[in-house]
Structure formats: structure tokens, C-alpha cells
């Protein structure tokens, strides 16, 4: 893969400089939202003082951290008030998700250990207390109306009737896919801690028998092959990122023996852009401190397909999503 240094729009001048210092504006935004501020903000534009009042904090150096997040863009401001744009809105779970992240990481000395004795860590499998995996949950649902949208309008589902969801978490995707596909069936595979977390969003649906949780470790897929038998979709979001180069290409392998002729392949995840530096660039980190070292493009995820005998392996990119969805068919 080559790798093309590019500068984000915001960032001017030195780039050692400016990615030493970015760590600033992450723990002020981390701050405000883990604190409530931000959700305060959306929720109602105020002023500093009437927030920091609400929350009983100091009106002052609110005000500066939050015209630092004006400037930085995360923020707008109108005279006094400040408000939370849409995108900053929508992201605000995932925010929390990367604050415990960071946290975790920092304490555990994560990338230290890795980089000077290959030793990973795994967060999901190791992060004492529920409240992880309960916002870790919520940060992946937050995309899942989007993301849906862009699988079925892009991905050539139109006709599907059976759907695997690789990786599927508590089922926020395919719940929005169910909505736009009302005769199909889904089946969400993924590790059996996650069934509590899928029979919860079961649980707020007024028909939840078209969806069943299939619980298997897909490093060793065993209970995924039965039910992709005779599927007509799967769909595999943002979990290859979490999978070693040789268990994703040992799944891919075995769904292409296993999977129908015509069925549609989709594959969601943070490629990364070689034209540019964005978030799913700076996400290769976390996978470094995983151990699956992710840093695939967009294009090695097609030839990849191509490789191992898919059809028609495609990639595209959208405004709105920060990753790339690359879709294949079995032959
Ligand atoms: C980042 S979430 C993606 C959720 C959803 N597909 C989406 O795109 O929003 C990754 C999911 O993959 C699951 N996962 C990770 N490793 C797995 C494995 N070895 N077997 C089964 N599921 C796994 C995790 O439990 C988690 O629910």
C-alpha cells in the first residue's frame, strides 16, 4: 500500500508541532462531553455562564475551552450562546466510547507494550464493568440509521430476503435495514457476551421475531457457516478492522465456500483514504494496540475479494460515512 502524506484543512504549519498539541483540544472535548456540557449544549444553546452554572463549574475558563472547540469547529457560537452542530450531535456517543478508550489505553500502557514487545491488548474482552460495553454499544448504534441507508441503497439488497450480519453487535444495523427491507430475515452473529445487549434492543421492538442472534467467535467460525448456508446478503461492518490479516482472510475464504451463488458480500470499514489523513487514518493506532495491525485501503479489500474468486468486487466512498463500503457477489 503506498502511503502519501497528506495535511488535514485544519492543520497549518508544522506537522510534529501540530499533532503535538491536538491532544489539548481531544481532552477539552473529552472533558465537555463526559461532563455533560456538550449534551447540556445540544439539548438547549446557552451562554457559558447560564452552563456552567447548570453544571456548577467555573464560567471563565469554560467559556475559553469552549471558543477553543468554536475555532477548532466542533463548536458554533452566536453572540453569547454556544450551540452543538448536527455532526458534533451525532458523534457525541462515540466521544465518551474514545474517552474510556484513550483512558483504558493510557493506563494499560497499550501501544508501549505492543510496539516494544508485541504484546496487544483488547479493551472489549478486558475493561472491567458493564458501563463499557453499554457505550461501547451505543457509539456503534449511533451510526446504524446511516450506515443502513447507505448498505441498501448502494449495496444492492433490494431483493434480499435472508441477511447475516457479521458482527452484527446488539443488532442496531440490522434493525434500520429491517425497516427498509420489511420481508427480510436477519441473523446477527457475534461473540455470546454481546446476546444480553441484542435481547435489550429485542426488547424495545414491536415484531422482534425476524431477527435472531447467533453467537460465534468468527476466528473460528462454526455456528456463522450453518446459518450463511443460505443467505442472500451478509454484511460485515466494522469488524475486519478487529480481525488479524490472516483471520480475515481465513473467514473470507470460508464464506466463499460456504455462501449461494448470487448472494451480495458487503464489507463496511474504516479504510483508509490514501489521498488523505482522516479519522480512519488515525484509527490504525487502535489497531496497533489491538494487534490486528488493520491498514487496509479500500482498493486491497477489492483485490483481496478478487483474489480469493468473489464477483464484481467493487469500492465507494460517501460524503456522510467515514469509511468505505467495498460489495462483492459469491459467483
Ligand atoms: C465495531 S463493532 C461493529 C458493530 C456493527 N457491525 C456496526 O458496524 O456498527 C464490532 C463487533 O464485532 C464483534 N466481534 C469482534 N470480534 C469478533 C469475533 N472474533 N467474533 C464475533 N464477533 C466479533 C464485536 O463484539 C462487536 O460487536
Not at 12 to 41: H, P, Q
Not at 220 to 233: E, H, S
Request: some cysteine; proline content about 5%; hydrophobic content about 50%.
Amino acid at each position: 500500500m503506498t502511503i502519501v502524506s497528506a495535511q488535514p484543512e485544519a492543520q497549518k504549519g508544522n506537522a510534529a508541532m501540530y499533532w503535538s498539541m491536538a491532544y489539548k483540544v481531544s481532552d477539552a472535548l473529552m472533558l465537555l462531553t463526559n461532563g455533560g456540557a456538550l449534551a447540556r449544549l445540544a439539548a438547549q444553546p446557552q451562554t457559558a455562564p447560564a452552563l456552567a452554572d447548570r453544571l456548577g463549574w467555573q464560567a471563565d475558563p469554560l467559556a475559553t475551552v469552549l471558543d477553543v472547540l468554536v475555532r477548532a469547529g466542533v463548536l458554533e457560537r452566536q453572540d453569547d450562546t454556544y450551540q452543538v452542530p448536527a455532526a458534533t450531535a451525532a458523534v457525541l456517543p462515540l466521544i465518551v466510547m474514545e474517552s474510556q478508550v484513550r483512558q483504558w489505553h493510557a493506563a494499560n500502557q497499550s501501544l508501549e507494550k505492543m510496539v516494544q514487545q508485541g504484546v496487544a491488548a483488547d479493551p472489549l474482552s478486558q475493561i472491567p464493568g458493564a458501563s463499557y460495553l453499554d457505550n461501547y454499544q451505543a457509539a456503534m448504534a449511533a451510526s446504524a440509521r446511516a450506515l443502513a441507508l447507505h448498505l441498501f441503497r448502494h449495496g444492492g439488497l433490494a431483493k434480499a430476503r435472508k441477511v447475516v450480519d457479521i458482527g452484527g453487535a446488539d443488532g442496531a444495523v440490522s434493525v434500520q435495514l429491517g425497516q427498509l427491507m420489511p420481508v427480510a430475515a436477519f441473523a446477527v452473529v457475534d461473540r455470546p457476551p454481546v446476546a444480553a445487549h441484542f435481547q435489550r434492543r429485542m426488547a424495545t421492538l414491536a415484531q422482534p421475531e425476524r431477527f435472531r442472534f447467533v453467537a460465534d467467535d468468527v476466528t473460528r467460525p462454526d455456528a456463522l457457516l450453518a446459518v450463511a448456508a443460505d443467505a442472500d446478503a451478509v454484511i460485515i461492518s466494522n469488524l475486519l478492522h478487529l480481525l488479524g490479516a490472516r483471520h480475515i482472510r481465513a473467514l473470507l475464504l470460508a464464506l466463499k465456500e460456504v455462501l449461494p451463488s448470487g448472494c451480495r458480500v458487503l464489507v463496511y470499514d474504516q479504510f483508509i483514504d490514501p489521498a488523505q489523513f482522516d479519522a480512519a487514518s488515525m484509527m490504525v493506532i487502535d489497531w496497533v494496540n489491538l494487534g490486528s495491525l488493520f491498514d487496509l485501503c479500500d482498493g486491497d479489500m477489492v483485490a483481496l475479494l478478487d483474489t480469493l474468486g468473489y464477483a464484481d468486487a467493487a469500492a465507494r466512498r460517501f460524503p456522510l460515512l467515514p469509511g468505505a463500503l467495498v460489495g462483492a457477489t459469491i459467483p
